[in-house]
């Protein structure tokens, strides 16, 4: 939101007040908070009728440390406020330093300075001293606005060159430089300003994070309304935000996912290849079975079976019973498809129509969400009717997964938890929750609730939800998908910018449409559709108003479903161990180039290209023709489709089959790779390959150390790989089979079980 016109005025009946200087500074241990003036005072006269802002600063966390703007504080709290896991200021290791003027707070590698004696103003500082942002003289304010509003104001400066990253799941330009960003969920689809998953967090390219910890509607202007500031407003009386300490972009992910959350590890099986009904398409047993057989006669292994919403009957969304019509014997429908060793997946929304016989019975019990004059909010947008659970109430938590719970014992694996959006505001929460507040909340606890039956029904390990919305800390429920995207090229490239952009909002795990949701995509666009969704975490097939079986792209559709997920069934023992990774220290699977490559200011700008894990990188193909350019980072990479060596730092222009794009290894890396190309939850270590690429440097000795892990992400077995010059020396912990090692740049190659030297 704006408030100025442009540097000189106010926009017309905004009236501002500005923290203009300290008059008290009160030091704690391992805190302060500063009373700052909105004007200067000259004299006793000049502290009359006047507001002043309450600072507070602190650590939540090591390596974080919070600020926290107020007004007025006697504004009534009534949540609801995000869940903060790692929330511990006694482990922060918080400590204040004064010395004249000057007082610092430091936790970690983070110092936060302000002067008590010159004008208003804070400045974050890195372990080296170096400035990372700061707060200037406009930096701390609150403002009214023509409609009555109160909202509190911060900025904080940007650096010359410095890029701003994140923010959610945003499908516009994906360094945010210059965009207006409103943190509101939304139903929107992938092509516009709108997002389904809005998290007031940042990341910038200087080495530090912003956190907003406020889950109502946030309003940032990025280097808009004022070209050096990153600025953001709340509709409040307090506004409390973090900054994130590096130095890396891994390491703010690392700290942040810390506080909020971190990833959930999916099941293995969950990473092979999904297909569903798609949505508004005619199904049933018959249609279902004849997609598992079309699969299988054509050799195209399948992990997961999605029923999208036509199982149930129609203007009954959502009553969790199947249309008796289509699905007679829904329970023996299931076992014939599990006996052939598929997970089953459910769509599910929050909400439920009036024709739905739980409309009735939630009505009775308190369970739907009430308009503030006691009226169940309904509309007839969607479903005819339509009310929402009210997932502040437990009583209506336990009814919506009792529900539930009978689909889960007549073998249900996972549910696609889709919509969460479409939050009203005109409304009371049964806990009392502030209905502003409870808009983004709202997917949260929705996810929360899903995924926490299916850990107790499932066991650990075994939860996976396909989510549609999410806010601060839904990283903690994966796997989130990019939503309702067009059949085009334009939407899969605005897709991965999504998908980028959340992976820096600290979101682990992603996944998309392959061949785009609404319409019926071009066979080329499916084709290289395929290709992408498969090096992608995770890989569903799903479309609106037309199947997304191969074959109805053509024979060469077939070959390239085929080949890309053999590949990735291969690529298992390396994949999750990079799942194993974003689980373990919130370092995403699929990554954008500067989590790599931080110190390559080309990798800043980088959005049609991304690594998956740490040492493959992947550049989708976004056209017919095969025409594809992408960076290459320092170094000798090599092709894994071809084996061709790749040097960089360099552009590359290349031409890609429908069978091909560019896969490259990175240099010195050691991928583990997979015999089972049949599925993608086998047994990892059986005919384990270890694939090691030429190094950096052949004329130094590398040492790197590959850990394969079990189906539960703890490590397997641990590869001790010495590399010296055409030599490679490998000795295995906890490897009890033969293994096969092969020097990639040299074609040679040797076996063993516990220490195997090659060349």
């Not at 106010?10 to 003036?37: H, N, P």
């Not at 430091?106 to 990372?132: A, K």
């Not at 499932?458 to 994966?478: D, K």
């Not at 290709?531 to 097939?541: P, Y």
Request: aromatic share 12%; glycine share 10%; charged share 20%.
């Amino acid at each position: 939101m704006k408030f100025t016109d442009g540097f000189w005025l106010m926009r017309e009946g905004v009236r501002a007040c500005y923290a203009t200087e300290i008059r008290d500074l009160r030091v704690g241990s391992d805190r302060f908070t500063a009373y700052a003036a909105v004007k200067h005072v000259a004299g006793r006269g000049d502290t009359l009728n006047t507001p002043l802002i309450t600072v507070e600063c602190f650590s939540p966390a090591e390596g974080i440390i919070g600020v926290r703007t107020t007004h007025h504080a006697g504004k009534a709290q009534h949540g609801p406020d995000f869940a903060l896991p790692g929330l511990d200021p006694a482990a922060a290791g918080a400590h204040t330093r004064r010395d004249g003027a000057i007082t610092e707070l430091t936790s970690g590698p983070l110092t936060l300075r302000i002067d008590g004696e010159g004008p208003w103003g804070m400045t974050f500082l890195d372990g080296e001293g170096r400035r990372l942002t700061g707060v200037d003289a406009k930096g701390t304010a609150f403002a009214a606005t023509p409609d009555g509003a109160h909202h509190m104001i911060a900025q904080l400066a940007l650096d010359v060159g410095e890029n701003i990253y994140g923010l959610g799941e945003r499908f516009t330009p994906y360094v945010k430089n210059g965009q207006t960003v409103d943190i509101w969920q939304a139903d929107g689809g992938t092509s516009s300003e709108q997002a389904y998953k809005n998290i007031p967090f940042y990341l910038s390219s200087r080495g530090y994070g912003v956190f907003v910890n406020h889950p109502g509607k946030v309003s940032f202007e990025i280097g808009s309304e004022s070209v050096g500031q990153v600025q953001f407003s709340v509709e409040d009386q307090s506004l409390e935000y973090c900054i994130v300490a590096g130095p890396t972009p891994k390491d703010v992910l690392a700290r942040y996912t810390a506080l909020t959350g971190r990833p959930a590890l999916p099941p293995a099986w969950s990473f092979g290849l999904w297909l569903t009904t798609s949505f508004c398409t005619s199904y049933d047993e018959e249609t279902v079975t004849s997609f598992v057989d079309g699969m299988a006669e054509r050799h195209i292994p399948l992990s997961v079976f999605h029923f999208d919403c036509f199982w149930m009957r129609e203007y009954q969304w959502s009553d969790f019973e199947w249309d008796p019509d289509v699905f007679p014997d829904p329970e023996g429908m299931l076992a014939r498809l599990k006996e052939r060793g598929l997970r089953i997946s459910m769509w599910i929304n929050p909400y439920i129509a009036q024709k739905s016989p739980l409309f009735a019975e939630g009505a009775e019990h308190g369970y739907l969400v009430k308009r503030v004059n006691g009226d169940i909010w309904q509309w007839d947008l969607w479903q005819p009717g339509m009310a929402l659970v009210d997932f502040t109430n437990p009583a209506a938590r336990d009814w919506y997964s009792s529900k539930l719970r009978v689909l889960l014992d007549q073998g249900v694996d996972s549910f696609k938890t889709d919509f969460g959006e479409r939050v009203p505001t005109d409304v009371v929460w049964h806990d009392g929750s502030d209905p502003e507040r409870m808009h983004n909340y709202y997917a949260q606890i929705y996810n929360r609730t899903v995924f926490e039956l299916l850990e107790k029904e499932r066991g650990h390990g075994e939860a996976v939800l396909f989510a549609r919305s999410a806010t601060a800390g839904g990283q903690q429920f994966p796997v989130h998908w990019g939503g309702d995207c067009f059949a085009s090229f334009t939407a899969m490239a605005e897709s991965l910018r999504g998908g980028l952009s959340l992976s820096l909002s600290g979101f682990g795990f992603w996944s998309h449409d392959i061949g785009g949701f609404e319409g019926t995509p071009d066979p080329a666009v499916f084709k290289r559709w395929l290709a992408f969704g498969l090096m992608s975490s995770h890989s569903r097939l799903h479309g609106n108003v037309s199947y997304r079986v191969p074959w109805a792209f053509g024979e060469e559709a077939v070959d390239v479903a085929r080949r890309f997920t053999l590949l990735k069934h291969r690529l298992m023992p390396y994949l999750y161990g990079a799942a194993a990774e974003a689980h373990r220290t919130g370092t995403p699977v699929m990554r954008p180039m500067l989590l790599e490559f931080p110190d390559d200011p080309t990798t800043r700008m980088l959005d049609r290209q991304y690594m998956l894990g740490p040492d493959l990188l992947v550049a989708p193909v976004f056209t017919e023709d095969g025409q594809v350019e992408f960076y290459v980072p320092a170094g000798t990479w090599t092709s894994l489709l071809t084996g061709e060596p790749i040097t960089g730092p360099a552009w590359r222009h290349e031409t890609h089959g429908f069978d091909s794009l560019p896969i490259l290894v990175r240099p010195g890396a050691v991928l583990p790779w997979g015999a089972d190309d049949q599925r993608p939850d086998g047994d990892w270590l059986d005919g384990l390959t270890l694939r090691a690429f030429g190094p950096a440097a052949t004329t130094t000795t590398t040492e790197t150390l590959v850990t394969v892990p079990d189906t539960t992400g703890a490590p397997a077995v641990t590869f001790h790989v010495v590399r010296d010059g055409t030599a490679v020396q490998v000795t295995a912990e906890g490897m009890d089979r033969p293994y096969r090692v092969i020097l990639e740049d040299t074609g040679a190659a040797g076996e063993g079980v516990g220490t195997v030297r090659v060349g």
